[in-house]
């Protein structure tokens, strides 16, 4: 008679299982249950609201900055190369967006995608030196694209405003006007969550893996028929277009663009979102921006919290944390280079698997 088999444990039989989004049902209901939650989140039930607009502010803030900082993952965690000036063309989205509103009165609906197209040829334009170096040289070169756009941010008064900045319209869809934090929360939560679902299917793919091929070991990637040149260019465009997208929402968000607001600081923010979030890894990108995002915002509150006690009359203690809440950001990427140079996705990873064997995790 013939017995039954029993599945145990998990094993993958085609390369599509071993590279699905979603490894298992309960993963995928788990992301569906999220997505409710942030969509039930700016709701106002009976005057009642779930979540306050202080909430809401940091939800649409970790929004714009997760999409921006995604691309720059693809550019250092998936294809191994160096970006010190992810601000600017984050900023060049920005502008684009509002310029191309404000002088050809395009509708915000279509200026967001066409601002990050006009990103995507400028980071193309800035990648073609990434075909021929790399390294400590290709960081001096996108150090250089940093200064050079943001020169130019300050200069072009026909495309920036100059010095006194520019005026974003308002999201609108079809005549139909966002208005409000909790309207433009929708809008935020939709677009970070096409483009993370983009971002996941590029990877899946044989560009994707072409592109990690690069970072993996370049020498075999070429001698397999990996176009070196093509890839390396082919990422600062990508990491471009997600960096317009996430500036364009920015600039709508705030409805004014300045040109102060993307300088260099803010680069070694995103690299710090992608550091600490896990290079190569899709949900590391937003672990890293939700990190980095309350951080300054828990610092505050621990401060907050020790001037209201006894230790709030010392001078130099709260001197001190305020010190420390701005070096709070750059003490945290040392921290995670040498204690957990994975990154949160990598610790969220051995926190699933303990729970999955437990009680016999070891």
């Given at each position: 008679?013939a017995q039954?088999l029993?599945?145990?444990?998990d094993?993958?039989t085609s390369?599509r299982a071993d590279?699905?989004i979603f490894?298992?049902?309960?993963?995928?209901a788990f992301?569906?249950v999220?997505?409710?939650l942030l969509i039930?989140?700016p709701?106002?039930?009976?005057?009642?609201?779930v979540?306050s607009?202080?909430w809401?502010t940091?939800?649409i803030?970790?929004?714009?900055l997760a999409?921006?900082a995604?691309?720059l993952n693809?550019l250092v965690?998936f294809t191994?190369?160096i970006?010190?000036?992810?601000?600017a063309?984050?900023?060049?989205?920005?502008?684009?967006?509002?310029?191309?509103?404000?002088t050809y009165?395009?509708?915000?609906?279509?200026s967001?995608p066409?601002?990050a197209?006009?990103?995507?040829?400028v980071?193309?334009?800035?990648?073609?030196p990434?075909?021929r170096i790399k390294?400590l040289?290709l960081?001096?070169?996108?150090?250089?694209?940093q200064?050079i756009?943001?020169?130019f941010?300050?200069?072009a008064?026909?495309?920036t405003g100059?010095s006194?900045?520019?005026?974003?319209a308002p999201f609108a869809v079809f005549?139909?006007q966002?208005?409000?934090?909790?309207q433009y929360?929708?809008v935020v939560?939709?677009y970070?969550?096409v483009?993370y679902?983009?971002?996941a299917n590029?990877m899946r793919?044989r560009d994707?893996?072409?592109?990690?091929?690069?970072?993996d070991?370049?020498?075999s990637?070429e001698v397999?028929g990996?176009?070196?040149?093509?890839?390396?260019?082919?990422?600062?465009g990508?990491?471009?277009?997600?960096?317009?997208?996430?500036?364009?929402?920015?600039?709508h968000?705030?409805?004014?663009?300045?040109?102060e607001a993307f300088?260099i600081l803010?680069?070694?923010?995103?690299?710090?979102?992608?550091?600490?979030?896990?290079?190569?890894?899709i949900?590391?990108s937003?672990?890293?921006t939700i990190?980095m995002?309350l951080?300054p915002e828990?610092?505050s509150?621990?401060v907050?919290?020790l001037?209201?006690?006894?230790w709030g009359?010392?001078?130099?203690?709260?001197?001190?944390?305020?010190f420390?809440?701005?070096?709070a950001?750059?003490l945290?990427i040392?921290l995670?280079?040498i204690?957990?140079?994975d990154?949160l996705?990598?610790?969220?990873?051995?926190?699933?698997?303990y729970w999955?064997?437990?009680?016999?995790?070891?």
């Amino acid at each position: 008679m013939a017995q039954a088999l029993t599945r145990c444990g998990d094993f993958k039989t085609s390369y599509r299982a071993d590279t699905t989004i979603f490894p298992s049902a309960r993963s995928r209901a788990f992301a569906l249950v999220g997505v409710a939650l942030l969509i039930a989140a700016p709701l106002q039930i009976g005057g009642f609201s779930v979540l306050s607009d202080y909430w809401i502010t940091l939800l649409i803030q970790i929004g714009y900055l997760a999409i921006a900082a995604l691309g720059l993952n693809v550019l250092v965690g998936f294809t191994g190369q160096i970006s010190l000036g992810h601000s600017a063309f984050f900023g060049f989205g920005a502008f684009a967006s509002a310029y191309l509103n404000n002088t050809y009165g395009v509708p915000v609906f279509f200026s967001i995608p066409l601002a990050a197209l006009w990103t995507t040829a400028v980071g193309l334009i800035v990648g073609i030196p990434a075909g021929r170096i790399k390294g400590l040289y290709l960081a001096i070169a996108t150090l250089a694209s940093q200064f050079i756009l943001q020169d130019f941010f300050a200069r072009a008064d026909w495309f920036t405003g100059g010095s006194s900045g520019s005026l974003a319209a308002p999201f609108a869809v079809f005549g139909y006007q966002i208005s409000g934090d909790r309207q433009y929360f929708y809008v935020v939560l939709a677009y970070l969550v096409v483009m993370y679902l983009l971002a996941a299917n590029l990877m899946r793919s044989r560009d994707g893996r072409a592109l990690v091929a690069v970072r993996d070991h370049y020498l075999s990637a070429e001698v397999m028929g990996v176009n070196l040149t093509k890839y390396r260019v082919l990422s600062f465009g990508i990491s471009s277009f997600f960096a317009g997208i996430g500036g364009a929402l920015y600039a709508h968000y705030l409805q004014y663009v300045s040109v102060e607001a993307f300088d260099i600081l803010l680069s070694i923010q995103f690299l710090g979102m992608v550091i600490i979030g896990g290079l190569g890894s899709i949900m590391g990108s937003l672990l890293g921006t939700i990190f980095m995002v309350l951080l300054p915002e828990a610092m505050s509150w621990a401060v907050n919290i020790l001037r209201a006690t006894d230790w709030g009359n010392v001078p130099s203690i709260v001197n001190g944390l305020a010190f420390l809440k701005q070096a709070a950001i750059g003490l945290a990427i040392v921290l995670f280079l040498i204690f957990e140079p994975d990154g949160l996705a990598h610790r969220w990873r051995q926190i699933k698997a303990y729970w999955k064997l437990y009680p016999f995790s070891y």
